[in-house]
């Protein structure tokens, strides 16, 4: 069973204040992605990865970074956080060609 | 114009009744497409893929309208367990790595 775990469900931060969120798969999956999710916006891909060290921006990449320093685990990186980050933020990991993806449980962010 | 564009509901249903959604994509490349369900504050989970002969899975049933540029999602018999968010995926091919797109969802209340 494919197991994605993130590494808190909720989170309060202060504005200005650096975010790690991490993300580990267990499935040796090539493919990691990182969404927010928003009311009335859907997902919204932030970054993916297709290796290790390698990254791609998604399609809301402004005020975040990602890492990916081995196969299993992908970070999501805040460098300041600011109010309009407040969101849930999804991690998803699928083997090639990105059919399926297998999300993990979500981390509700709050930045205030 | 989104690339992909759904009907955010809520369908509220009653038990029994079949309810069909629709699924609209901008681009005519795009090569793959998929049904997520989502339940209330849960990951979403990957329901079923949708092929060019449409598929089948015990009640529901997806088809792809290439022509149209749609997809749907039909459930028969629509059970209080259905209700859910369902999403719209679609994939295509950009620069040699698989571009997925998710739709907001569309809410499906099933009522007693």
């Known amino acids: 069973d494919v197991k994605v775990t993130q590494s808190s469900r909720y989170l309060v931060k202060r504005t200005g204040e650096k975010v790690f969120l991490e993300c580990v798969q267990d499935m040796d999956h090539e493919n990691m992605f990182w969404y927010r999710q928003d009311p009335g916006l859907g997902l919204r891909l932030i970054y993916f990865?297709?290796?290790?060290?390698?990254?791609e921006k998604g399609d809301i990449p402004e005020g975040y970074s990602v890492s990916r320093e081995k196969k299993e685990r992908f970070s999501l990186i805040l460098e300041s956080a600011s109010t309009n980050q407040t969101s849930m933020y999804l991690c998803?990991?699928?083997?090639?060609?990105?059919?399926?993806?297998?999300f993990g449980p979500g981390t509700r962010l709050t930045v205030t | 114009r989104k690339e992909v564009e759904q009907d955010p509901g809520p369908f509220n249903v009653p038990e029994g009744a079949t309810v069909a959604f629709n699924c609209t994509y901008s681009n005519s490349a795009s090569q793959s497409f998929f049904w997520y369900r989502q339940d209330c504050r849960k990951e979403p989970k990957l329901l079923m893929s949708v092929y060019s002969s449409g598929n089948e899975d015990g009640r529901f049933t997806a088809q792809l309208n290439r022509a149209s540029q749609y997809i749907s999602l039909l459930i028969r018999d629509s059970k209080l367990s259905d209700s859910a968010t369902y999403l719209c995926v679609v994939n295509k091919n950009s620069g040699g790595y698989q571009k997925v797109t998710f739709g907001i969802g569309t809410k499906l209340q099933v009522i007693p």
């Open positions: 990865s297709y290796d290790v060290k390698m990254k």
């Open positions: 998803a990991s699928s083997p090639p060609p990105a059919y399926e993806q297998y």
